[in-house]
């Protein structure tokens, strides 16, 4: 990375933005996903940029719902393609699922683009690229999703979404789980899960605890989905932010 040694203490933030900067520069993230990288930075910097026991248990019910899902769907942003490109792929593998691009701001060079660069960390079924259906409720170019993919699937992963696309994809009467690290955004009180984590952490996670539970009996995973409670764990990933600050700044923060 640039000229930043690994021993600067916020070397890994500073990876993560310069990856969403190359996104750019390859034309894969849109220029509204720097801004979106530096609120998430803020929110992270809150957090102690690490994974919290609130996400953890965001990231065991996620797992659960994915390996219980009949039609799972990953869908892929401009920032998730810039950031976790390999372990997006990875995850797809692990849990038989598809990819679709399903990008904001949409033009169909970027979509592409998106779809060629996940092809190229192996991904074997990239949709998105030929919408053919709708998403009821949202206007045209964001409403645009694919049958078989998005638009039929049951459990929809999708990192980094917009609010009203969220919502959208619930009344649909899908599952719908996120990573945002605003545990206040609407995006985060709407879903069905909420990872309040970055996605560079979250999705290694993801993808270790989907190995681990694969071999649990479907009562066990449905006991952990039934008992989990997205309220509840974004209060406490609001607590530990502040406990966060507290420990770090007791004179400014108690
Ligand atoms: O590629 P596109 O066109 O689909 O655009 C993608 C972005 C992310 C730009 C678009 O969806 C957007 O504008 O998103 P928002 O509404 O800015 O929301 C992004 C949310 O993700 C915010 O709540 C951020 O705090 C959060 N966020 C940003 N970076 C990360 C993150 N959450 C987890 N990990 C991150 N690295």
Same mark, same amino acid.
């Given at each position: 990375?640039?000229?930043?040694?690994?021993?600067?203490?916020?070397y890994?933030?500073?990876l993560?933005?310069?990856? !969403?900067?190359?996104?750019v520069?390859r034309?894969?993230?849109g220029?509204n996903?720097?801004?979106?990288?530096?609120?998430?930075?803020?929110?992270?910097?809150?957090?102690?940029?690490?994974t919290?026991?609130?996400?953890?248990?965001?990231e065991?019910?996620?797992?659960?719902?994915?390996?219980?899902?009949?039609?799972? !769907?990953?869908? @892929?942003?401009?920032?998730?393609?810039?950031?976790?490109?390999?372990?997006?792929?990875l995850?797809?593998?692990?849990?038989?699922a598809?990819?679709?691009?399903?990008?904001?701001y949409r033009?169909?060079?970027?979509v592409r683009?998106?779809a060629?660069?996940?092809?190229?960390?192996?991904?074997?079924?990239?949709?998105?690229?030929?919408?053919?259906?709708?998403?009821p409720?949202?206007?045209?170019?964001?409403?645009?999703?694919t049958r078989g993919?998005?638009f039929?699937?049951?459990?929809?992963f @999708?990192?980094?979404?917009?609010?009203?696309?969220?919502?959208?994809?619930?009344?649909?009467?899908?599952? @719908?789980?996120t !990573?945002d690290?605003?545990?206040l955004?609407?995006?985060?009180?709407?879903?069905?899960?909420?990872?309040?984590?970055?996605v560079?952490?979250a999705l290694?996670?993801?993808i270790?605890?989907?190995?681990?539970?694969a071999?649990?009996?479907?009562?066990?995973?449905?006991s952990?989905?039934s008992?989990?409670?997205?309220?509840?764990?974004?209060?406490?990933?609001?607590e530990?932010?502040?406990?966060?600050?507290s420990?770090?700044?007791?004179?400014l923060?108690?």
């Open positions: 990375m640039s000229d930043v040694p690994p021993s600067h203490p916020r890994a933030s500073l993560t933005r310069e990856k !969403v900067v190359e996104g520069e034309g894969i993230t220029l996903g720097l801004i979106a990288q530096g609120r998430g930075e803020a929110l992270d910097y809150l957090l102690g940029e690490k919290t026991p609130p996400a953890e248990e965001a065991r019910a996620a797992a659960a719902l994915l390996l219980l899902a009949e039609r799972p !769907v990953l869908s @892929v942003n401009g920032n998730a393609a810039a950031l976790v490109p390999e372990e997006m792929v995850l797809a593998r692990k849990i038989g598809p990819l679709e691009v399903n990008i904001f033009t169909e060079e970027r683009r998106i060629d660069h996940l092809r190229s960390f192996g991904a074997e079924e990239v949709l998105g690229e030929e919408p053919d259906a709708s998403i409720g949202l206007d045209h170019a964001r409403a645009k999703a993919g998005i039929d699937a049951d459990v929809v @999708v990192p980094l979404e917009d609010g009203d696309r969220c919502e959208a994809l619930v009344r649909m009467g899908k599952r @719908v789980i !990573v690290l605003n545990p955004s609407r995006t985060a009180r709407t879903s069905t899960v909420t990872i309040v984590d970055n560079v952490r290694p996670n993801l270790t605890l989907v190995e681990e539970m071999s649990l009996r479907e009562a066990e995973l449905l952990t989905i008992a989990y409670d997205n309220r509840a764990v974004l209060r406490r990933s609001v530990a932010m502040i406990s966060h600050l420990r770090q700044f007791p004179d923060v108690d």
